[in-house]
């Protein structure tokens, strides 16, 4: 799997729009963008994935920019059930190939 | 509705015991992974199977076992617990199609 670089921490006031930037610079072309969350205590949750266009769900949008080299998670208005640790993953949809968790960017969202 | 669910919560063994960390999934996925997850080194998998009776080592396979001798359930063995190996350990499953990998609620295990 490419390796992924985040933000250690971001901030986001409550209602705002809270933008989570990735980078996959040595993303292949058959590899997909995972987006999951982890909140304290609790198993990591899946929010979102795509491969080159724009992707939008009940959860967040995706933006992945035209060279695939980067990614940003959008919630568009955070609220502090938001905060938690994002993890970006970027894989092949290969059923054998498991996920390589780094990091990810720890979000608290303020009130 | 629940998809993956891990035997326990929470788990106190003493060292040297032997532990076994249940996992079982309800949506018939061949695969299945064991990760553990420690402060400031993030989620590390351990084993994986992709399928009955198959298995897979990961990163950090040392000191642990598994089995999967039935489609829906995975199993994490701690042949001899040590206190290392006090940690939360998550399961986890993907659908097949879209890779979405479906995790349980974790299992927090503390060796004394």
């Known amino acids: 799997d490419a390796k992924t670089t985040q933000p250690t921490s971001m901030d986001c006031a409550e209602g705002r729009a809270a933008n989570l930037p990735c980078n996959h610079s040595?993303?292949?072309?058959?590899?997909?963008v995972y987006w999951y969350r982890q909140i304290h205590s609790q198993g990591p949750q899946y929010i979102i994935h795509?491969?080159?266009n724009n992707e939008t769900n009940e959860m967040a949008s995706l933006i992945i920019t035209e060279d695939r080299k980067s990614s940003t998670l959008i919630l568009p208005h955070a609220t502090l059930r938001d905060t938690a640790v994002y993890y970006c993953?970027?894989?092949?949809?290969?059923?054998?190939?498991?996920?390589?968790f780094g990091k990810g960017t720890r979000l608290s969202v303020i009130a | 509705d629940v998809k993956v669910t891990q035997s326990s919560r929470y788990l106190v063994k003493r060292t040297g015991e032997k532990v076994f960390l249940e996992c079982v999934q309800d949506?018939?996925?061949?695969?299945m992974f064991w990760y553990r997850q420690d402060p400031g080194l993030g989620l590390r998998l351990i084993y994986f199977?992709?399928?009955?009776?198959?298995?897979e080592k990961g990163d950090i396979p040392e000191g642990y076992s598994v089995s999967r001798e039935k489609k829906e359930r995975f199993s994490l063995i701690l042949e001899s617990a040590s206190t290392n190996q006090t940690s939360m350990y998550l399961c986890?499953?993907?659908?097949?199609?879209?890779?979405?990998?479906?995790f349980g609620e974790g299992s927090r295990l503390t060796v004394l």
């Open positions: 993953i970027v894989r092949v949809v290969d059923r054998n190939t498991p996920l390589v």
């Open positions: 040595t993303i292949s072309g058959n590899e997909y």
């Open positions: 795509g491969l080159k």
């Open positions: 949506m018939d996925h061949e695969n």
């Open positions: 199977s992709y399928d009955v009776k198959m298995k």
């Open positions: 986890a499953s993907p659908a097949t199609n879209t890779g979405e990998l479906f």
